[in-house]
């Protein structure tokens, strides 16, 4: 376990494990019956509920935020599994990631940097409802506008839309959110099958 924390912890590849540690191949093969098996992701979720739990919250989330960011690959990742960020300039992956509250990972996926935020999230959403049956609040910012909304209703979610120095609105099923641009100074004005967010009540 501590070598698989130092690998995780350094980024370095399995054969370059110091000599402190086992050999790497004996290493690698826990991590990946581990990861196989569940028990990384139920130890990792367990973790997660006592954190919530020492906050003062439930255990289990009922709301989470989606979002993305596009990170520079190394040369030794293929050139099959990472693409081009043309707004972000970034020649690599893209980690997709759903989080709680309090910015506890609940769901990931992982694509080329290339891939559009909107048609990773359905992936991503789907993971999210297999992991964390209890969610059904999802904020996110207007990039994940469309027919997200219907695929995330199909789950028993809500997306709700949080663009910037506008007020939040959440998209029903087959509801759209219209307005703005994301920084614009006018107001935005939300559509009339939109609806107000629910208050916070410690998701």
């Not at 581990?34 to 020492?54: C, E, K, P, S, Y």
């Not at 919250?57 to 520079?72: G, H, L």
């Not at 789950?155 to 949080?162: G, R």
């Not at 509801?175 to 614009?184: E, R, V």
Request: aromatic fraction near 8%; glycine fraction near 6%; include cysteine.
């Amino acid at each position: 376990m501590e070598a698989i924390l130092y690998l995780d912890r350094t980024g370095c590849p399995w054969r370059y494990l110091p000599d402190s540690f086992p050999p790497w191949p004996t290493v690698y093969g826990y991590f990946a019956a581990w990861r196989d098996d569940g028990t990384l992701a139920a130890v990792h979720d367990a973790l997660r509920a006592q954190v919530r739990a020492a906050a003062g919250r439930d255990t289990e989330p009922t709301a989470a935020i989606i979002d993305s960011q596009s990170v520079r690959a190394a040369d030794t990742v293929p050139r099959a599994s990472r693409g081009w960020d043309n707004a972000k300039k970034v020649n690599g992956r893209k980690r997709h990631i759903a989080v709680d509250a309090m910015g506890l990972l609940l769901a990931v996926v992982i694509t080329a940097a290339s891939v559009q935020d909107r048609d990773a999230a359905r992936p991503l959403l789907w993971n999210l409802h297999r992991a964390s049956r209890h969610i059904r609040l999802i904020w996110a910012d207007a990039v994940y506008t469309g027919k997200l909304s219907t695929w995330a209703a199909s789950m028993k979610m809500t997306l709700c839309v949080v663009a910037r120095r506008t007020p939040s609105r959440c998209c029903p099923a087959g509801g759209s959110w219209s307005g703005h641009s994301p920084g614009s100074a006018s107001t935005a004005v939300p559509s009339a099958t939109t609806r107000p967010c629910p208050p916070a009540t410690k998701p």
